[in-house]
């Protein structure tokens, strides 16, 4: 089982970067594929980025390709979300999650990060 927690959230102006960390306790961090998803008011959560358990796969939603980077180090059971660039659409609540690498749901939660894009 895995608890995850997101940090690194904030408000900044358009243009700005923030980067985003999701810490994981627990055993087996390095058999989870971890995905970042965020969900601003009044809209569905939608899927930002995923990477693979060993970090050679990434893929990234369209909205956010070119400016946002995840990454991970497993021996700081610490996965990273670098953005870049950030817009006023930017804003909402990002929580990452973990699910087994032999699955497609994702089973692990983070309580979210707000981060708020605003001039």
């Known amino acids: 089982q895995l608890q995850l927690v997101e940090s690194g959230g904030g408000s900044v102006q358009p243009g700005e970067s923030l980067r985003l960390s999701c810490t994981a306790s627990?055993?087996?961090?390095?058999?989870?594929?971890v995905g970042w998803f965020r969900q601003a008011p009044g809209k569905e959560r939608e899927f930002v980025a995923r990477?693979?358990?060993?970090?050679?796969?990434?893929y990234y939603a369209d909205s956010v390709k070119g400016r946002f980077t995840i990454s991970r180090d497993n021996a700081k059971n610490t996965v990273w979300l670098q953005m870049n660039s950030l817009k006023d659409e930017d804003t909402a609540v990002y929580y990452c999650?973990?699910?087994?690498?032999?699955?497609?749901?994702?089973?692990?939660w983070g309580q979210g990060t707000q981060v708020t894009v605003s001039s």
């Open positions: 999650a973990a699910r087994p690498v032999v699955t497609t749901a994702y089973r692990y």
């Open positions: 627990g055993s087996g961090f390095g058999l989870y594929a």
């Open positions: 990477i693979n358990w060993n970090g050679g796969s990434t």
